[in-house]
């Protein structure tokens, strides 16, 4: 059955929601085969959802769509834990876009990327990671009403979606702690810094960042480490979940971009990020990501482990040449996996795939999609 014959509900409907909320289970009665959108608005639904996939076990009967991970929801864990799939449903990625099938993910386990002789470069690449992957976003011709399209996207999350999963008491204050966050996407995590920015406590700023991945607006990477290795820094790394948003949060256009390309590197970063979490989705690759940094500073900004613990490691690049040098935090990390090094890439803003030695090399960014 396509999704066209379902019957479907929007929790966003006043009049909906109310009755939704008033009798769960009369509201649940008689619904089959439904969308049901928004549905953190009424978490009591659940409960009335479950009783009735208890009495009628067929599968795929309740499509559950929501902007917030309600499965966070301590109502929700319980209540459906064994009897639903959750799919998330991250913004479109390059490879989608352009209607290719992406094969990164194996070919960098496999030490296999190509040349891509019709590569995205200079500005073209910094175009594409401007526009990041909302389809709304995608649909607007030009940068300004994109930037809009954003930024009331982005009110939306902060005003509506967070009251929906939890009590935030500064409110008001979020867009200014959102914007503190944009300033370090790509950058460790530092909790007291985070929540000094609008007066609240380490432990206040922590919830806020845990909030904001449940709305999926931002995610925190959890750093790789093997007990061989005694100084390794043991931190998160934040990184937004959409170049488009992050852009427009810092104010960043293509003029600003392109006159200081020193503001692109993070913004960089976290779109390939972004990618690579996409392409872990589409993959039947079983693959946990992390990032690395060790004290003396070497770092990997990517670090894939696959579940037989073979290990590559990606660092991001936005220059179109690449040094020995670049590669310092790819052979630690190579050194410290050992034989569960599988492969190390820098990729970077050219159109080339260079080796730098046994299992390392330069390669163009978008081997992502091509």
């Given at each position: 059955?396509?999704?066209?014959?379902?019957?479907?509900?929007?929790?966003?409907?006043?009049?909906?929601?109310?009755?939704?909320?008033?009798?769960?289970?009369?509201?649940?009665?008689?619904?089959?085969?439904?969308?049901?959108?928004?549905?953190?608005?009424?978490?009591?639904?659940?409960?009335?959802?479950?009783?009735?996939?208890?009495?009628?076990?067929?599968?795929?009967?309740?499509?559950?769509?929501?902007?917030?991970?309600?499965?966070?929801?301590?109502?929700?864990?319980?209540?459906?834990?064994?009897?639903?799939?959750?799919?998330?449903?991250?913004?479109?990625?390059?490879?989608?876009?352009?209607?290719?099938?992406?094969?990164?993910?194996?070919?960098?386990?496999?030490?296999?990327?190509?040349?891509?002789?019709?590569?995205?470069?200079?500005?073209?690449?910094?175009?594409?990671?401007?526009?990041?992957?909302?389809?709304?976003?995608?649909?607007?011709?030009?940068?300004?009403?994109?930037?809009?399209?954003?930024?009331?996207?982005?009110?939306?999350?902060?005003?509506?979606?967070?009251?929906?999963?939890?009590?935030?008491?500064?409110?008001?204050?979020?867009?200014?702690?959102?914007?503190?966050?944009?300033?370090?996407?790509?950058?460790?995590?530092?909790?007291?810094?985070?929540?000094?920015?609008?007066?609240?406590?380490?432990?206040?700023?922590?919830?806020?960042?845990?909030?904001?991945?449940?709305?999926?607006?931002?995610?925190?990477?959890?750093?790789?480490?093997?007990?061989?290795?005694?100084?390794?820094?043991?931190?998160?790394?934040?990184?937004?979940?959409?170049?488009?948003?992050?852009?427009?949060?810092?104010?960043?256009?293509?003029?600003?971009?392109?006159?200081?390309?020193?503001?692109?590197?993070?913004?960089?970063?976290?779109?390939?990020?972004?990618?690579?979490?996409?392409?872990?989705?589409?993959?039947?690759?079983?693959?946990?990501?992390?990032?690395?940094?060790?004290?003396?500073?070497?770092?990997?900004?990517?670090?894939?482990?696959?579940?037989?613990?073979?290990?590559?490691?990606?660092?991001?690049?936005?220059?179109?040449?690449?040094?020995?040098?670049?590669?310092?935090?790819?052979?630690t990390l190579a050194e410290a996996a050992g034989s569960r090094f599988a492969y190390g890439a820098v990729?970077?803003?050219?159109?080339?795939?260079?080796?730098?030695?046994?299992?390392?090399?330069?390669?163009?960014?978008?081997?992502?999609?091509?």
């Open positions: 059955m396509g999704t066209s014959e379902r019957t479907y509900i929007t929790l966003d409907d006043r009049t909906v929601l109310e009755a939704a909320n008033n009798d769960p289970v009369g509201f649940i009665r008689g619904l089959d085969q439904a969308i049901i959108d928004e549905v953190q608005r009424a978490p009591d639904l659940l409960l009335a959802i479950k009783k009735s996939v208890d009495e009628d076990y067929r599968p795929g009967r309740f499509l559950l769509t929501g902007s917030a991970n309600v499965l966070t929801l301590p109502k929700v864990a319980d209540s459906l834990a064994g009897r639903m799939e959750t799919i998330q449903m991250l913004p479109l990625a390059r490879a989608e876009i352009a209607g290719h099938s992406p094969s990164f993910l194996e070919g960098l386990f496999d030490g296999k990327l190509k040349s891509q002789p019709n590569a995205v470069v200079g500005d073209d690449l910094v175009q594409l990671v401007l526009l990041g992957g909302f389809p709304e976003a995608l649909s607007r011709e030009n940068e300004r009403r994109r930037q809009d399209w954003a930024r009331s996207y982005l009110t939306s999350i902060l005003t509506r979606d967070l009251r929906d999963v939890a009590d935030v008491e500064k409110l008001t204050e979020l867009p200014k702690f959102v914007r503190l966050l944009a300033e370090h996407s790509g950058q460790l995590v530092n909790y007291s810094q985070f929540g000094a920015g609008i007066n609240v406590s380490h432990k206040t700023g922590q919830r806020y960042v845990g909030l904001l991945e449940q709305v999926f607006l931002i995610t925190t990477l959890q750093p790789w480490f093997t007990n061989s290795l005694k100084r390794i820094v043991k931190t998160p790394k934040l990184h937004f979940v959409d170049s488009g948003l992050l852009a427009t949060i810092r104010g960043l256009t293509f003029d600003r971009v392109k006159a200081d390309r020193g503001m692109f590197g993070a913004l960089l970063e976290s779109f390939v990020f972004s990618e690579v979490q996409k392409l872990m989705t589409a993959t039947d690759l079983r693959v946990t990501a992390h990032h690395f940094r060790d004290r003396d500073g070497r770092e990997v900004d990517i670090v894939l482990e696959r579940d037989d613990g073979m290990i590559v490691g990606i660092e991001v690049k936005a220059s179109a040449t690449v040094k020995g040098g670049d590669f310092s935090g790819l052979k990729l970077y803003d050219s159109t080339d795939i260079v080796p730098f030695g046994d299992r390392l090399a330069a390669a163009p960014l978008s081997c992502l999609w091509g």
